[in-house]
Nanobody, 119 residues
Framework: QVQLVESGGGLVQPGGSLRLSCVASGSGFRSDTMGWYRQGPGNQRELVASITSRYIQTYAHFVKGRFTISRDNAKNTVYLRMTSLKPEDTAVYYC?????????????WGQGTQVTVSS
C-alpha cells in the first residue's frame, strides 16, 4: 500500500513563496503521474498540478505561472514550488498519483500540509 507524506506548508504573507514536498513509498513512483491536490475551507478537493513520468507538467488555470511542480525519482519525491501566493491559495495540500481526468490514483491519502496565506 502506498504511503504519502507531505511537508513544507506554513503561514505566509500574500506574495510570498513556499515549497512543498511529498515522499511516496510503496508505489511504482517512477512510472506514475504524480500530482498535487488541495482542499480549501468549504471546497471540494481539486487538482492543482501534475507531472508525468516523462516530466510533462500540467497546471490548473488558477495557479499557472505561479506554481511549479517537479519530481526527483531517485528520492521518490514530488515538489510544488509556490510563488506569488494569494489568500485564495489557503488550503490543505495533498499529493497523490493522477489518473486521466485528474482522478486520484491511490485510494489512501496522506495527512496533507496546511498552507495559510494571510497578512
Amino acid at each position: 500500500q502506498v504511503q504519502l507524506v507531505e511537508s513544507g506548508g506554513g503561514l505566509v504573507q500574500p506574495g510570498g513563496s513556499l515549497r512543498l514536498s511529498c515522499v511516496a513509498s510503496g508505489s511504482g513512483f517512477r512510472s506514475d503521474t504524480m500530482g498535487w491536490y488541495r482542499q480549501g475551507p468549504g471546497n471540494q478537493r481539486e487538482l492543482v498540478a501534475s507531472i508525468t513520468s516523462r516530466y510533462i507538467q500540467t497546471y490548473a488555470h488558477f495557479v499557472k505561472g505561479r506554481f511549479t511542480i517537479s519530481r526527483d525519482n531517485a528520492k521518490n519525491t514530488v515538489y510544488l514550488r509556490m510563488t506569488s501566493l494569494k489568500p485564495e491559495d489557503t488550503a490543505v495540500y495533498y499529493c497523490n498519483g493522477v489518473r486521466g481526468a485528474g482522478i486520484p490514483l491511490f485510494n489512501n491519502w496522506g495527512q496533507g500540509t496546511q498552507v495559510t496565506v494571510s497578512s
